[in-house]
Protein backbone atom coordinates (compact mmCIF):
# COMPACT_ATOMS: atom_id res chain seq x y z
CA UNK A 1 0.00 0.00 0.00
CA UNK A 2 1.17 3.29 -0.42
CA UNK A 3 0.25 4.97 2.77
CA UNK A 4 -1.84 7.71 3.28
CA UNK A 5 -1.84 10.16 0.38
CA UNK A 6 -2.77 13.71 0.51
CA UNK A 7 -2.98 16.56 -2.44
CA UNK A 8 -2.13 19.50 -2.76
CA UNK A 9 1.79 18.99 -1.17
CA UNK A 10 1.97 22.93 -1.61
CA UNK A 11 -1.58 25.41 -2.06
CA UNK A 12 -0.68 29.36 -2.06
CA UNK A 13 -4.22 30.83 -2.35
CA UNK A 14 -5.85 34.41 -1.68
CA UNK A 15 -7.88 35.28 1.11
CA UNK A 16 -11.38 34.83 0.54
CA UNK A 17 -11.00 31.86 -2.04
CA UNK A 18 -12.42 28.55 -1.55
CA UNK A 19 -9.36 25.43 -0.78
CA UNK A 20 -10.38 21.66 -0.64
CA UNK A 21 -7.70 19.65 0.52
CA UNK A 22 -8.10 15.77 -0.20
CA UNK A 23 -6.93 12.49 1.35
CA UNK A 24 -6.71 8.92 0.11
CA UNK A 25 -6.65 6.42 3.67
CA UNK A 26 -5.01 2.96 3.35
CA UNK A 27 -7.17 1.13 2.18
CA UNK A 28 -8.80 -1.08 5.23
CA UNK A 29 -8.58 1.65 7.37
CA UNK A 30 -11.83 2.18 9.54
CA UNK A 31 -11.05 5.64 11.02
CA UNK A 32 -9.56 9.18 9.66
CA UNK A 33 -8.24 12.09 10.88
CA UNK A 34 -7.78 15.42 9.88
CA UNK A 35 -5.00 17.45 11.67
CA UNK A 36 -3.74 21.04 11.57
CA UNK A 37 -0.72 22.44 12.96
CA UNK A 38 1.02 25.29 13.40
CA UNK A 39 3.84 26.73 15.49
CA UNK A 40 1.18 28.80 17.94
CA UNK A 41 -0.78 25.99 18.40
CA UNK A 42 1.23 22.94 17.56
CA UNK A 43 -1.17 19.42 16.51
CA UNK A 44 -4.44 19.66 16.64
CA UNK A 45 -7.21 17.58 16.04
CA UNK A 46 -9.47 19.02 13.69
CA UNK A 47 -12.13 16.24 12.85
CA UNK A 48 -11.92 12.27 12.76
CA UNK A 49 -14.83 9.81 10.73
CA UNK A 50 -15.55 6.61 11.69
CA UNK A 51 -16.72 3.72 9.00
CA UNK A 52 -17.09 7.27 6.94
CA UNK A 53 -19.31 8.91 9.74
CA UNK A 54 -18.00 11.93 11.24
CA UNK A 55 -17.28 11.07 14.86
CA UNK A 56 -15.82 14.15 16.58
CA UNK A 57 -15.71 17.64 14.98
CA UNK A 58 -15.29 19.70 17.96
CA UNK A 59 -11.93 20.54 16.82
CA UNK A 60 -13.21 22.09 13.57
CA UNK A 61 -12.44 26.04 13.87
CA UNK A 62 -15.17 27.44 12.42
CA UNK A 63 -17.90 26.95 9.94
CA UNK A 64 -15.94 28.14 7.16
CA UNK A 65 -14.78 24.33 7.48
CA UNK A 66 -15.93 21.40 6.64
CA UNK A 67 -14.95 17.60 5.88
CA UNK A 68 -16.48 15.33 4.16
CA UNK A 69 -15.97 11.18 3.30
CA UNK A 70 -18.16 10.12 0.62
CA UNK A 71 -16.73 6.85 0.58
CA UNK A 72 -14.04 4.50 2.17
CA UNK A 73 -10.92 5.29 -0.12
CA UNK A 74 -11.45 9.57 0.04
CA UNK A 75 -12.06 12.75 2.10
CA UNK A 76 -12.20 16.21 1.39
CA UNK A 77 -11.47 18.89 4.13
CA UNK A 78 -12.62 22.40 2.69
CA UNK A 79 -12.36 26.01 3.74
CA UNK A 80 -14.71 28.44 2.41
CA UNK A 81 -14.00 31.84 2.49
CA UNK A 82 -10.02 31.18 3.43
CA UNK A 83 -8.16 33.42 5.71
CA UNK A 84 -4.59 34.16 6.41
CA UNK A 85 -5.12 33.01 9.85
CA UNK A 86 -5.88 29.29 7.79
CA UNK A 87 -2.14 28.96 6.88
CA UNK A 88 -1.01 25.96 8.45
CA UNK A 89 0.30 21.92 7.36
CA UNK A 90 -2.92 19.75 7.66
CA UNK A 91 -2.70 16.27 8.31
CA UNK A 92 -4.55 13.64 7.25
CA UNK A 93 -4.05 10.02 8.97
CA UNK A 94 -5.71 6.76 8.94
CA UNK A 95 -5.99 3.76 11.60
CA UNK A 96 -7.74 0.44 11.48
CA UNK A 97 -9.79 1.80 14.15
CA UNK A 98 -10.15 5.18 16.33
CA UNK A 99 -7.82 3.67 18.94
CA UNK A 100 -4.95 2.04 17.46
CA UNK A 101 -2.07 2.96 15.47
CA UNK A 102 -2.50 5.88 12.99
CA UNK A 103 -0.24 6.56 9.42
CA UNK A 104 0.15 10.18 8.60
CA UNK A 105 0.14 11.19 5.56
CA UNK A 106 2.69 14.31 4.47
CA UNK A 107 0.54 17.15 4.83
CA UNK A 108 -0.58 19.92 2.81
CA UNK A 109 1.03 23.05 3.18
CA UNK A 110 -1.23 25.80 2.94
CA UNK A 111 -0.43 29.66 2.67
CA UNK A 112 -3.39 32.25 2.16
CA UNK A 113 -2.13 35.29 1.70
CA UNK B 1 -3.26 23.84 32.18
CA UNK B 2 -2.83 21.32 29.24
CA UNK B 3 -4.25 18.07 29.66
CA UNK B 4 -1.28 16.61 28.26
CA UNK B 5 2.29 17.99 29.68
CA UNK B 6 5.80 17.06 27.68
CA UNK B 7 9.29 17.38 28.93
CA UNK B 8 11.65 18.78 28.30
CA UNK B 9 10.84 21.15 25.27
CA UNK B 10 14.42 20.53 24.29
CA UNK B 11 16.66 18.26 24.08
CA UNK B 12 20.61 18.34 22.47
CA UNK B 13 22.52 15.09 23.21
CA UNK B 14 25.92 13.64 22.25
CA UNK B 15 26.03 11.09 20.06
CA UNK B 16 25.15 7.36 21.88
CA UNK B 17 23.94 8.87 24.86
CA UNK B 18 20.32 7.86 26.75
CA UNK B 19 17.57 10.05 26.29
CA UNK B 20 14.43 9.70 27.68
CA UNK B 21 11.04 12.20 26.76
CA UNK B 22 8.29 12.58 29.50
CA UNK B 23 4.86 12.93 29.01
CA UNK B 24 2.34 13.21 31.99
CA UNK B 25 -1.66 13.58 31.21
CA UNK B 26 -4.71 14.46 33.35
CA UNK B 27 -7.09 12.70 31.39
CA UNK B 28 -8.19 9.18 31.20
CA UNK B 29 -7.46 7.59 28.42
CA UNK B 30 -7.48 4.37 26.43
CA UNK B 31 -4.01 4.67 24.67
CA UNK B 32 -1.16 6.97 24.61
CA UNK B 33 0.20 7.75 20.99
CA UNK B 34 3.73 9.20 20.61
CA UNK B 35 5.13 10.42 17.29
CA UNK B 36 7.96 11.76 15.53
CA UNK B 37 8.11 14.29 13.48
CA UNK B 38 10.67 14.74 11.16
CA UNK B 39 12.74 18.21 10.34
CA UNK B 40 11.05 17.78 6.51
CA UNK B 41 7.73 17.47 8.36
CA UNK B 42 6.60 14.00 8.18
CA UNK B 43 4.89 12.60 10.79
CA UNK B 44 5.83 8.73 11.91
CA UNK B 45 4.03 7.04 14.37
CA UNK B 46 6.16 4.97 16.96
CA UNK B 47 4.10 3.52 19.20
CA UNK B 48 0.09 3.31 20.68
CA UNK B 49 0.42 1.61 24.21
CA UNK B 50 -2.17 1.59 26.87
CA UNK B 51 -0.31 -0.43 29.43
CA UNK B 52 3.35 -1.60 29.92
CA UNK B 53 6.08 -1.49 27.42
CA UNK B 54 6.87 -1.37 23.96
CA UNK B 55 10.23 -1.76 22.32
CA UNK B 56 11.28 -1.38 18.54
CA UNK B 57 14.96 -1.24 17.56
CA UNK B 58 16.07 1.39 19.83
CA UNK B 59 12.96 2.76 20.87
CA UNK B 60 11.17 1.93 24.03
CA UNK B 61 8.23 3.71 25.52
CA UNK B 62 6.50 2.81 28.57
CA UNK B 63 3.64 3.89 30.59
CA UNK B 64 2.70 3.89 34.03
CA UNK B 65 -1.23 4.44 34.11
CA UNK B 66 -2.04 4.83 37.88
CA UNK B 67 0.58 7.89 37.45
CA UNK B 68 -0.70 9.11 33.87
CA UNK B 69 2.83 9.26 32.87
CA UNK B 70 4.78 7.83 29.70
CA UNK B 71 8.05 7.55 28.62
CA UNK B 72 9.95 7.58 25.25
CA UNK B 73 13.77 6.26 25.37
CA UNK B 74 16.21 6.30 22.45
CA UNK B 75 19.33 4.18 23.66
CA UNK B 76 22.46 4.85 21.51
CA UNK B 77 21.22 8.04 20.20
CA UNK B 78 22.19 9.09 16.97
CA UNK B 79 21.94 12.71 14.80
CA UNK B 80 19.31 10.74 12.66
CA UNK B 81 17.09 10.59 15.73
CA UNK B 82 16.95 14.24 15.77
CA UNK B 83 13.17 15.26 15.47
CA UNK B 84 10.33 16.52 17.49
CA UNK B 85 8.64 13.64 19.57
CA UNK B 86 5.03 14.06 20.02
CA UNK B 87 3.02 12.40 22.67
CA UNK B 88 -0.98 12.29 21.91
CA UNK B 89 -3.18 11.03 25.03
CA UNK B 90 -6.51 9.16 23.64
CA UNK B 91 -9.38 9.80 26.52
CA UNK B 92 -11.26 6.72 27.34
CA UNK B 93 -14.37 8.97 27.18
CA UNK B 94 -16.05 11.10 24.26
CA UNK B 95 -13.50 9.92 21.97
CA UNK B 96 -10.94 13.35 22.50
CA UNK B 97 -7.48 13.47 21.25
CA UNK B 98 -5.24 15.79 23.30
CA UNK B 99 -1.61 16.57 22.48
CA UNK B 100 1.78 17.27 24.02
CA UNK B 101 3.58 20.44 22.68
CA UNK B 102 6.53 18.15 21.49
CA UNK B 103 9.82 17.73 22.38
CA UNK B 104 12.48 18.85 19.87
CA UNK B 105 15.42 16.82 19.97
CA UNK B 106 18.88 17.30 18.74
CA UNK B 107 21.40 14.69 18.37
CA UNK B 108 25.15 15.83 17.96
CA UNK B 109 27.67 13.77 16.09
Known amino acids: DAGVIQSPRHEVTEMGQEVTLRCKPI?????LFWYRQTMMRGLELLIY????????DSGMPEDRFSAKMPNASFSTLKIQPSEPRDSAVYFC???????????FGQGTRLTVV | KNEVEQSPQNLTAQEGEFITINCSYS?????LHWLQQHPGGGIVSLFM???GKKKHGRLIATINIQEKHSSLHITASHPRDSAVYIC???????????FGTGTSLTVIP
Open chain 1, 93 to 103: ASSLYWNTEAF
Open chain 1, 27 to 31: SGHNS
Open chain 1, 49 to 56: FNNNVPID
Open chain 2, 27 to 31: VGISA
Open chain 2, 49 to 51: LSS
Open chain 2, 88 to 98: AALTNTGNQFY
